[in-house]
């Protein structure tokens, strides 16, 4: 589990799941994706999905992006059982849904989990991290008809009210949390919702500007987040909360090799090693509700 620095590093043999995965982009920004063909979009995110199953991940969740593909482009690009295994997201609900029609599709859709974006992210100005991006009321009732229709919802939220909306709604995780306050925690561990961190990402935006096509203002915001989180990972550690392993990558086939990055923050933020292992493993199946027999793929 180390390798000769000491570092914590997967292990081959793990069947490993990222819960924070982004296979249909294959760009961080759409307007580069755009400038791609389809053929080449495809063939990107068949070499990223191939790298990481060699790094033993067997199944990733989407966290939006790859249900925009059509089924037959899925199952072309992820159907290789040399590929990594994707669970398709059925919406990325947010402010672009402020009469609930996305809402809606998603209830009725095929997808087991579906998102709701309630902040913005890297691309906020800090201080606008975690005012919310829809409205409480949008927020509930969508919650609400994606349960009453048997799906899962995954928030993201840097933090702030969006945060206490998930714990009172009882969402099935939280994304990121980057902003999350002690009582937060607490909550989050009571109410048995599972923390997402990826807090991986964020030290590499800002440590690691070379592996992203990105401006100075997207490092900036990024080393912020992790400032944060030396704070709110240890809260939601202290607190029990269940964590899972998500890493927010896009289908760079560069990035593929990088996943260690999650797993080494993890363990610097004060999980053990074995722990951190656990966030992708024994953590991320009881997050997706499969069985401790049940093949991941
Ligand atoms: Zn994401």
Known sequence: MNNENGEAVFEDSQAMIDLHLHPGWTDFLPEDQARRTAEEQKTRIREFLRRYRKHGFVLARDAGGFADFSEDARKEISGHPDCTAILPNGGMLGNADPDGRLAAAAAAGPFSWVKIFATGGVGAEPEHAVDPSVTREYFFRS?????????????????????????????????????????????????QIPLIPTCGIYRLLAERPELFALGAAFREHAKRAAEAQRFSVPEAIRAGVLLGFGTDFYADPALADEANAELATLVDLGLSREAAMQTAVENARKILGLSSEEKAR
């Not at 840097?158 to 969402?171: P, R, S």
């Not at 099935?172 to 306050?181: F, I, L, Q």
Request: net charge negative; glycine share 10%; proline share 0%.
């Open 143 to 191: 919650v609400q008809k994606l349960h009453a229709a048997g799906k899962k919802v995954m928030v993201h939220t840097w933090g702030g009210v969006t945060l206490d909306w998930c714990i009172e709604a009882g969402v099935d995780s939280v994304e990121h949390g980057v902003y999350m306050t002690h009582d937060q925690a607490q909550k989050l561990a009571e109410r």
